[in-house]
């Protein structure tokens, strides 16, 4: 039996981050930059008036006040700025040659093309040099950086229509089982029914989308084994990777493992996991796309999703840090569990102390991290210092 490190190595060693493309800069939003980002330019690339107002000579103002109040006149915009005169600016605009100071409206009668100026400006006032918010050659944004609506601005500002960025993986999630019911059709049961909800096609799709990539939900799909070899290949032709659930035990009715095992290199495993002792993980077609099979238990199937699925996205995706946010917590209780593998609980933390909030869907609900419980008869005692793994919604 393979332990969950050795597992997760096997699992990590078979993935690369995808290659970089030049991405418009809406569809980088949330990508990792895969390249250094330079300054073209000087920012601003003029002298320019940080104010609403006139550009002036500091010295035919510097006598200017409410009790002094000196009158200049108005030229239009594009003149040589005289001795005693002023132009009209806006923020951001450039400032005419020969001026140096902008007096801002509030301070001006806005007359024309007389204007009555009541208060001084010193030299430099309101004007953002050439370069001062960023030299030519500045490096602006570093490889592996995230790009968000700030990184964006900053982008647009430079003259940057396309980012060399790694791209979102796409995601394929599939579900077997002909027990299951799309959740888009599900209708009242009657007592004793084998049919269920496709809880692993809605909750993974989703997840896979939290984690910052494209997901493509395909099935519940019946337990046929041409059916399934058929949608697997179907998706290999647009698919970054492959999730799957259900179908990987050793029993007569998992038809997906053998499936699977025909249409790549395919390792399924014995982990020392609880929940989801089953896992599998490997390449598919001739483009050898990643492929983690998850046991379909929908807890199971969670815990594998945050522990082996979340991890594959964050590093097809370019990230350094592919395991995210760790907690060290405190357990608050005792947990019962099997001595002998990992034990994955939904726990709610307070203050670093850990609670464990049950078992089933209603708990990963209630749940604000998952606390790992390493194997050995003396782990999980109340008061023991526990690795979790937060569940939050990036």
């Given at each position: ?18 290659e ?6 809406l569809?980088?939003n949330?990508?990792?930059?895969a ?10 690339a003029?002298?320019?008036?940080t104010r609403?107002?006139?550009?002036a000579?500091s010295?035919?103002?510097a ?10 006149r108005?030229?239009?915009?594009g ?14 605009e450039p400032?005419?040659f ?17 204007v ?15 370069g001062s918010?960023v ?8 490889l592996?950086?995230?790009l968000g609506?700030?990184e964006?601005a900053?982008?647009a500002a ?8 790694y791209p ?6 599939i ?17 004793g029914?084998?049919?269920?909800p ?16 494209l ?6 799909v019946?337990?046929d ?5 058929k ?7 647009r ?7 259900g ?11 053998p499936?699977l095992?025909?249409m790549?290199t ?5 982990v ?9 993980t490997?390449?598919?077609g001739?483009?050898?796309?990643p492929?983690?099979a ?10 594998g ?9 964050r ?23 099997d001595?002998?593998?990992?034990t994955?609980v939904?726990?709610e ?19 604000h ?10 782990a999980?005692?109340?008061g ?7 569940l939050?919604?990036t």
């Amino acid at each position: 039996m393979r332990s969950l490190a050795e597992h997760l190595q096997v699992v990590m060693s078979r993935v690369r981050p995808l290659e970089p493309l030049g991405l418009p800069l809406l569809d980088a939003n949330g990508c990792v930059l895969a390249l250094d980002v330079t300054a073209p330019a000087d920012i601003p690339a003029f002298h320019s008036s940080t104010r609403l107002g006139y550009a002036a000579r500091s010295g035919d103002v510097a006598m200017a006040s409410p009790t002094s109040v000196l009158s200049l006149r108005e030229f239009p915009t594009g003149s040589a700025l005289a001795p005693g005169s002023l132009i009209r600016v806006g923020v951001g605009e450039p400032v005419p040659f020969g001026a140096d100071c902008v007096i801002p409206v509030e301070n001006t009668d806005q007359g024309a093309p007389v204007v009555r100026v009541g208060k001084s400006v010193t030299r430099g006032e309101n004007i953002a040099l050439a370069g001062s918010q960023v030299k030519r050659g500045t490096t602006l944004l570093s490889l592996g950086q995230v790009l968000g609506s700030r990184e964006i601005a900053l982008l647009a500002a430079i003259g940057v229509g396309k980012v060399p960025a790694y791209p979102r993986p796409r995601i394929a999630v599939i579900t077997t089982g002909s027990e299951l019911i799309d959740t888009g059709r599900l209708r009242p049961q009657p007592p004793g029914s084998a049919l269920k909800p496709d809880v692993n096609g809605v909750s993974l799709a989703c997840s896979v989308v939290e984690a910052g990539a494209l997901s493509y939900r395909v099935g519940p799909v019946a337990d046929d084994p041409a059916v399934l070899r058929k949608i697997l290949d179907d998706q290999l032709g647009r698919a970054d990777m492959v999730v799957t659930t259900g179908g990987i035990g050793a029993e007569a009715g998992d038809l997906l493992r053998p499936v699977l095992a025909t249409m790549g290199t395919v390792d399924f495993a014995w982990v020392a996991l609880e929940p989801g002792r089953v896992q599998g993980t490997g390449s598919l077609g001739s483009s050898n796309v990643p492929l983690i099979a998850l046991p379909g238990e929908p807890t199971a199937a969670f815990v594998g999703f945050e522990l082996f699925v979340r991890p594959v996205v964050r590093r097809l995706m370019g990230h350094s840090d592919v395991f995210g946010d760790r907690l060290q917590v405190e357990l608050a209780e005792a947990v019962d569990r099997d001595p002998e593998v990992t034990t994955v609980v939904p726990v709610e933390v307070v203050d670093g102390v850990a609670t464990p909030v049950g078992s089933g869907i209603r708990a990963l609900v209630d749940a604000h991290a998952l606390a790992v419980i390493p194997p050995g008869p003396d782990a999980g005692r109340r008061g023991d210092r526990v690795t979790a793994m937060p569940l939050g919604r990036t």
